[in-house]
Every structure is written in C-alpha cells, then in structure tokens.
C-alpha cells in the first residue's frame, strides 16, 4: 500500500484567509482524490485530481473555494479559500492503487474561528 | 440522495463477541466493496474489500457477506476485542472510465467492552 504524508496535520484559521493543503505519496499515481470529513460524519468527496489536467469537482464543490494543484505524480494541493466557520472539517486525501483500492492520508484537522 | 445505508450508527459489543455492521446500496454500477476502519485522529484504513462475484470473504477475524440480489453486505468482526473499538464505513466504488469513486456509508461506531 502507498504510504501518504499531509501537513500540516492541524490548524487553527481566521475566517476570511485560506490554507494550502499539501498531500505527498511514496510512489507514482495516476489519480488522487480530495474528501472532507466533518465533525462525526463520513467521507465527502470533494473532487478528483489527476495529473496534468484539471481536477474534477464534486455537486457542490467549486473550483473557486476549493482551488486543486497535481502538479506531478506524487503531489497534491487543495486550498480552502475564504474560510467560514463552516469549513471546519477534517480534509482528507487519497490514492487510487490499481485494484481500485483506495488509500488515506492521515487528514487535516482544520478549525475555522 | 444516500446511495450507500450503514446500520446501525453504534455498537457496543463485550469482548469475545460478533460485531455485526450492515450496509446497502441502490447502484447496480457498483463493482467494489470496501470497508474501512477509523481510529480517532487517523485517516480511514482499508480493513477488507469484495466484489460482487463472491458472496463471502474472510480475513481473519474479519469477513464480509455480499448479497448481491439484496443489494446488501456486512462486516462481521469474530471475537471481538477492544482495540477494535473505532469507526467502521462501508463504501462502493463505481468505476467512471476515468476514475473509480468512491461513495461512503454514514459509518459505525464501535465499542468493545471488557
């Protein structure tokens, strides 16, 4: 299974401001995927990214708020912008492994005040 | 619109005993059937995973039943212990072309008492 890294593993933002999550993988891989877990509740997928082309957003997820980079096989960025108290939630990434097994990242606790 | 039901939201279950998890999906597209455990402050980790052409797969103590013209499947954890206390989510994958997505279950909670 592909080992992933996140950071930063928590932060505490402003509203108003943004925060860039980075998302690193051991290995090379076609497709990686962005979630949001809000406080108790399950996995939301925000969208979709795959290398050298535009990520694809989830109904209710846009590119505006929620800016994606791929910019290799092995990195991610998903920006939370213009944060609202709403945004609080833990942000998640993933890999796709050819069995279409995914794996998770540790996730990013983010609380929005 | 829920495509993937989780029953029931939470489990207590004494040590030594079956933790039964039921889940169902409406999506006939669905090809791939994971479960997933989530310890707090940790990100999902792949438990187990079937697909629709076997009706049952075990692993240890973990194994899923798959009923495929119910549209259902569980988790059943035998002998049950207290470092399984944790989240469980069932999922499905349906395979886009050009991605396989995964849609999530609301998730059960877990607890293994002594």
């Known amino acids: 299974s592909a080992v992933i890294s996140q950071k930063p593993s928590r932060d505490i933002c402003q509203r108003g401001t943004s925060l860039t999550i980075q998302c690193q993988v051991d290995s090379q891989v076609t497709m990686m995927f962005w979630y949001r877990q809000q406080p108790g509740q399950s996995l939301t997928l925000i969208a979709t990214a795959n290398q050298g082309s535009e990520a694809t957003y989830e109904s209710g997820f846009v590119i505006d708020k929620f800016p994606i980079s791929r910019p290799n096989l092995t990195f991610s960025t998903l920006t939370v912008s213009n944060m609202s108290p709403e945004d609080s939630s833990i942000y998640l990434c993933s890999v796709e492994a050819p069995t279409d097994t995914q794996y998770f990242g540790p996730g990013t606790r983010l609380t929005v005040l | 619109q829920q495509q993937v039901k989780q029953s029931p939201q939470s489990l207590i279950v004494q040590k030594g005993g079956i933790s039964i998890i039921n889940c169902a999906y409406e999506?006939?597209?669905?090809?791939?059937f994971p479960w997933y455990q989530q310890f707090p402050g940790k990100g999902p980790a792949l438990l187990i995973a079937i697909r629709p052409d076997v009706s049952e797969k075990k692993e240890g103590r973990f194994t899923i039943s798959f009923n495929k013209s119910a549209k259902q499947f569980s988790l059943h954890i035998m002998d049950s212990q207290p470092g399984d206390s944790a989240t469980y989510f069932c999922a499905a994958t349906e395979d886009t072309g050009t991605a396989s997505k995964l849609t999530f279950g609301t998730g059960t909670r877990l607890q293994v008492t002594l």
């Open positions: 999506n006939t597209a669905f090809d791939y």
